[in-house]
């Protein structure tokens, strides 16, 4: 009992110790435009674009590939199993095929959602 006694007060002093020494960190106020809302205001607007262009163009494609890739392997192993079984499984082909095509309309409708 009365170890733990001694390990629950050693606790209880370590955190009042860091709560004594911690310092609070405040933003420069936003009338003079130094705040820090306003800086990231202004970074996310200069790099808006080159975040568009990179997404466009490197990511989405790389989604609808690997989409495209796992939709036609899902469908012939769909297709062998219905040559085994008799029975065409179209449940994994269906869901491939709406997300591949999701993925590759998401560059007209995204921007617009999210304000570039």
């Known amino acids: 009992m ?3 006694r001694i390990r629950i007060y050693s606790i209880l002093i370590a955190l009042l ?3 004594l020494c911690c310092v609070p960190a405040f933003a420069a106020g936003g009338t003079g435009g130094s705040g820090v809302a306003d800086v990231v205001e202004k970074t996310w607007k200069d790099a808006a674009g080159q975040i568009k262009t990179v997404v466009n163009n490197v990511v989405f494609p790389a989604l609808d590939m ?3 890739i796992a939709f036609f392997g899902k469908l ?3 297709y062998f199993d219905y040559r ?3 029975q065409f499984e179209w449940a994994g082909p269906a869901i491939l095929f709406a997300c591949l ?3 590759l309309l998401a560059p007209t409708y995204i921007w617009t959602i999210i304000g570039i």
């Open 2 to 4: 009365k170890k733990s």
């Open 17 to 19: 110790l860091c709560a």
């Open 66 to 68: 690997i989409l495209a």
């Open 76 to 78: 012939g192993m769909a």
């Open 84 to 86: 085994k079984h008799g």
């Open 101 to 103: 095509v999701f993925v």
